[in-house]
């Protein structure tokens, strides 16, 4: 993929690029509250800005890793953080939902109270083993979303 499809896919979180000093830069701007991870074996290394608030530089020596894999990186946090985002409003739903299962119903039909989650069906897998892989990692140490379900005496 070019760099500039690269910045484009990137847009939201004003993505700019530079190489200096041997280093190859990539600033961008998070929402608040997101997390942001280096990588692995930290060739990437991630940086706040000490002047604008959720502004990050990732850079990394541009001899051994390339403006891609920065990018790679800035992606596979963007994915975590919406899914996180999209867990917590979940959660929050359901947290709703029970708060009113609460409210109307008595002490003994509550006890009964259960939780069953079922995975998706699976699809023909059609992935690269890079993508499952980052997926695994993005997985790691979440707290599992389930769905909520009442069974009334």
Known sequence: MKLRDRINKNIEYDPSVEMTGGLNIVRVKFPDKWRVYSNDNETIKVAQSETTANEWFYYANAESVDVDDIFDLIEHTVKFNK????????????????????????????????????????????????????????????????DISYSGV
């Open 83 to 146: 899914e996180m985002s999209l867990k917590i409003k979940l959660l929050n739903e359901k947290i709703d939902e029970l708060k009113e299962l609460f409210s109307d119903k008595d002490l003994e039909e509550l006890k009964t109270l259960e939780f069953i989650t079922s995975k998706p069906k699976k699809r023909k897998n059609t992935k690269k083993k890079t993508e499952t892989k980052q997926e695994n990692e993005l997985n790691n140490g979440l707290v599992e979303t389930a």
